[in-house]
């Protein structure tokens, strides 16, 4: 069916979304919108498949019709808008938008925390895993949309997979050709669907094991400026990798000093002992002890 969204660059646009992923968020809207709960929604697949802009237009869905709701009750000037501030690539940024010290998010907000090289890096899936579990603990009462696009949901921890999400929608290659993009299914949580392809298909990330509720297609359509969406991306993950440098720099240092204190401290400790005793290579006393001893 056509959708009409009226906040793309200030001009009314549309695009297509299939009936049955509306009549799918309509359930999840009237839940958010009347009770105290959130709604929590994955989208994954490979770089390159359309996270970001099937994310969006779920965004663009959903706005429209908290919009609605607002109306009926006379304060439609109230309704959130749907924005790139809705818009996250770090667990930080995610974190302080939902923690709202400025009491600025309204009930039907959205929030998407976008698919990047950091949630793709499995370095960082640790941080990431961290970030759900305080992320499930701070949106029980507060009646958002949040939305996780990820490379897959096998690489995230279960107890968002498991526990929270509501709704999986995967993408895939149409007619598996390689980067097509346009085709998802929709795996709902509702029935153990979800459990089971998280679990079924975790060990050989195999997405056969799928239950869907239905296939479709999506559209090219990206409410928000391309360039603009690229600088903050941009932007946001240059800082995030100069705060991790920053934060292996302090943690290498701590260490160090820490085997130089056992040293001095206990001269006749062995390099092999307190390696033992830090858990830590014998390798990495010696660079260590030069290093604090130059």
């Known amino acids: 069916m056509l959708i009409l969204y009226k906040e793309a660059f200030g001009q009314k646009k549309s695009f297509y979304m299939s009936k049955h992923l509306v009549a799918n968020l309509d359930g999840f809207i009237e839940g958010v919108m009347k009770k105290n ?21 779920v965004g663009c869905y959903i706005n429209n019709k908290v919009k609605e709701f607002y109306a009926k009750k006379g304060n439609e000037k109230d309704a959130p808008n749907f924005t790139l501030n809705n ?105 153990g669907k979800l459990k089971y392809l998280y679990i079924a298909g975790k060990k050989y990330y195999d997405y056969s094991k799928a239950r869907s509720a239905f296939r479709d297609t999506f559209t090219a359509f990206f409410p928000f ?26 943690v290498m240092r701590s260490r160090d000093l820490m085997i130089k204190y056992l040293s001095d401290s206990l001269p006749g400790l062995t390099q092999q002992e307190i390696a033992q005793k830090a858990n830590i290579s014998v390798r990495t006393v010696q660079r260590a002890l030069e290093r604090t001893r130059g």
């Open 225 to 250: 400026d391309e360039n603009e969406y690229e600088r903050r991306k941009q932007d946001a993950i240059t800082n995030y990798q100069k705060q991790g440098r920053t934060q292996t720099t302090e």
């Open 37 to 57: 709960t959130s709604a929590v929604f994955i989208v994954d697949g490979k770089s390159g498949l359309g996270k970001t802009t099937l994310s969006t237009q």
């Open 87 to 191: 818009v996250h690539w770090t667990p930080g940024s995610f974190l302080e938008f939902l923690k709202d010290e400025n009491k600025q998010l309204k009930k039907g907000d959205i929030v998407i925390m976008d698919e990047s090289m950091i949630i793709s890096s499995r370095s960082a899936m640790s941080e990431v895993n961290r970030m759900v579990i305080i992320m499930m603990s701070m949106i029980r009462s507060k009646n958002l949309f949040v939305i996780f696009n990820v490379n897959s949901i096998f690489d995230l921890d279960r107890n968002l997979p498991l526990h929270r999400a509501d709704m999986l929608i995967n993408l895939y290659p149409k007619d598996k050709k390689f980067a097509s993009r346009g085709s998802y299914q929709v795996i709902p949580s509702v029935g």
